[in-house]
C-alpha cells in the first residue's frame, strides 16, 4: 500500500495533472474571453439600435409635421415607411433585451474570470510542489463543480465573439504581460527589471 502512494505522487503523475490543469486553464481563457466579447458585440448591437431609433423617430415626425403644414402625400408616405422600420425595429428589441443579454454575459466572464485564476493558482500550487497530490486532485475536482455551475447559468456564446477572443489571445496577447509592463505597477523593491 506504501509503495501505491509513493508512486501515485510521482513525477510523471504529476506532469499528467499539470497537464490537464494547463488544457482546463487554457478553456477558462477562452470562455472568458468569449463571454467578454460576446457582452462586447451585444452592447455595441444596442448602441446601434438605440442610435437608429432615434433616427427613424426624427423622420418619422418630421415626415408627418411635413404632411400636416402642406408638404402633401411626399411627406405622409416618408413618415409611413420610416414609421413602419420604426415598429419593425422596436418590435425587435421588445423580444430581445440585449442589454439584459450583455449583463449575463458580462456576469459569466466575471464568474469565469474566478475560476480561471483558481487553476493558475493551482497550477502554480503543483509546480511548487509543496501540495500533495491528493490535495491537489482534491481542489481540481471542487474547481470543476464551481466551474460547471458558471456554464450551466451562463447564455451560449456565438462564433463571432469566439473569433473575436481567439484574435485578442493571440494576435494582441490580452492576458500576457512582459516584465517590464508588471514592474510598472510594482513598488520598486518587487521589479525584475
Known amino acids: 500500500m506504501e509503495q501505491n502512494s509513493q508512486t501515485s505522487d510521482s513525477p510523471e503523475t504529476r506532469r499528467v495533472l499539470e497537464g490537464q490543469l494547463r488544457e482546463c486553464f487554457g478553456r477558462v481563457v477562452y470562455s472568458h474571453k468569449t463571454h467578454e466579447k460576446c457582452a462586447d458585440i451585444l452592447l455595441s448591437r444596442l448602441s446601434a439600435i438605440k442610435l437608429w431609433q432615434i433616427i427613424l423617430s426624427v423622420i418619422t415626425t418630421g415626415g408627418f409635421l411635413a404632411g400636416v403644414f402642406g408638404a402633401g402625400k411626399i411627406g405622409t408616405m416618408i413618415g409611413l ?26 456576469q459569466a466572464a466575471n464568474n469565469l474570470w474566478l475560476v480561471r485564476e483558481k487553476y493558475l493558482s493551482l497550477i502554480t500550487d503543483l509546480v511548487m510542489g509543496e501540495k500533495p497530490l491528493e490535495s491537489l486532485q482534491s481542489e481540481r475536482d471542487e474547481i470543476l463543480v464551481n466551474l460547471h455551475s458558471v456554464y450551466n447559468g451562463a447564455p451560449s456564446t456565438t462564433i463571432r465573439a469566439y473569433r473575436k477572443a481567439q484574435k485578442a489571445l493571440k494576435n494582441y496577447e490580452d492576458m500576457t504581460f512582459s516584465d517590464a509592463e508588471i514592474d510598472a505597477f510594482l513598488p520598486k523593491e518587487l521589479k525584475r527589471g
Open 81 to 106: 415607411v420610416v414609421s413602419t422600420s420604426l415598429l419593425a425595429l422596436n418590435t425587435y428589441t421588445k423580444n430581445y433585451d440585449l442589454g439584459e443579454l450583455a449583463q449575463k454575459h458580462k
